[in-house]
């Protein structure tokens, strides 16, 4: 897409080139990022559950957690190899980047457990009466 700014880079706008880029993103993130990927495994078999029980809240309230907690972990993956890229010796400063970035993830990480533990529990009850 062309930078309005810099004028750089193609002319046009592709959606359809968008949404290739996003799904490649997203593939490449669960095929070689472990957390990315059993957070998303584990979430769609709760949407699932949610979805035959038709559990219209909770399936929306956990779409919404996993999509946060997959951001803030494709977005910690993202900013890690860029300062690995950036920076192959070990640097104080690029420590406290990556830190502040794990720490990132890892609110968005304790938001989605809770909040995927209160969803098995109610839904286990659902499930034995």
């Known amino acids: 897409m062309r930078n309005k700014f810099l004028g750089t880079?193609?002319?046009?706008?592709h959606p359809i080139h968008k949404i290739k880029i996003?799904?490649?993103?997203?593939?490449y993130a669960v095929r070689y990022d472990f957390s990315v990927a059993y957070k998303m495994y584990l979430s769609i078999i709760t949407l699932l559950?949610?979805?035959?029980?038709?559990?219209?809240?909770?399936?929306?309230l956990i779409?919404?957690?996993?999509?946060?907690?997959?951001?803030?972990?494709?977005?910690?993956?993202?900013?890690?190899?860029?300062c690995d890229?950036?920076?192959t010796k070990e640097n104080h400063k690029i420590k406290v980047i990556k830190d502040i970035s794990a720490a990132?993830?890892?609110?968005?990480?304790?938001?989605w457990a809770v909040i995927l533990?209160?969803?098995?529990?109610?839904?286990?009850?659902?499930?034995?009466?």
């Open 85 to 87: 890229f950036v920076e």
């Open 63 to 82: 779409m919404a957690a996993t999509a946060l907690v997959l951001i803030a972990e494709m977005f910690n993956s993202a900013i890690e190899a860029l």
């Open 9 to 13: 880079g193609e002319k046009g706008y």
């Open 49 to 60: 559950i949610c979805f035959l029980l038709r559990q219209w809240v909770d399936f929306l």
């Open 22 to 27: 996003c799904l490649s993103g997203l593939r």
């Open 104 to 111: 990132a993830a890892g609110i968005s990480i304790l938001l």
């Open 117 to 129: 533990l209160v969803e098995f529990s109610h839904l286990w009850q659902i499930m034995r009466t």
